[in-house]
Nanobody
Framework: QLHLVESGGGLVHPGGSLRLSCAASGFTLDNYAIAWFRQAPGNDHEGVSCISSDGSTDYIDSVKGRFTISRDNAKNTVYLQMNSVKPEDTALYYC?????????????????WGQGTQVTVSS
């Protein structure tokens, strides 16, 4: 089973930047799509961005132009570069994996999940 570990979260000021990492083990990432989800207190999981095995990407509207997802298959890692962050980006961020292609934001579509990394945007 694909094992995922997130890192890179922390406290950042509004307008600042943060880079999250999702490191995989157990399998190589070449044939997996990896998505970033987030969950704020009291809210459901929200899909944020996804990158398919072919490198194609998808973003929710609220992060387009601010967040960038990328993958380094040699390092078996997917990144989420977060720029111009806002207080509403505050959440526990998870990465999740499924075979080959991103296919919507349903959490049941993803069989492998990390434990999450906290991002707090506050002045």
């Amino acid at each position: 089973q694909l094992h995922l570990v997130e890192s890179g979260g922390g406290l950042v000021h509004p307008g600042g930047s943060l880079r999250l990492s999702c490191a995989a083990s157990g399998f190589t990432l070449d044939n997996y799509a990896i998505a970033w989800f987030r969950q704020a207190p009291g809210n459901d999981h929200e899909g944020v961005s996804c990158i398919s095995s072919d490198g194609s990407t998808d973003y929710i509207d609220s992060v387009k132009g601010r967040f960038t997802i990328s993958r380094d298959n040699a390092k078996n890692t997917v990144y989420l570069q977060m720029n111009s962050v806002k207080p509403e980006d505050t959440a526990l961020y998870y990465c999740a994996g499924r075979a080959l292609k991103c296919a919507g934001w349903g959490t049941s579509l993803f069989g492998s999940w990390g434990q999450g990394t906290q991002v707090t945007v506050s002045s």
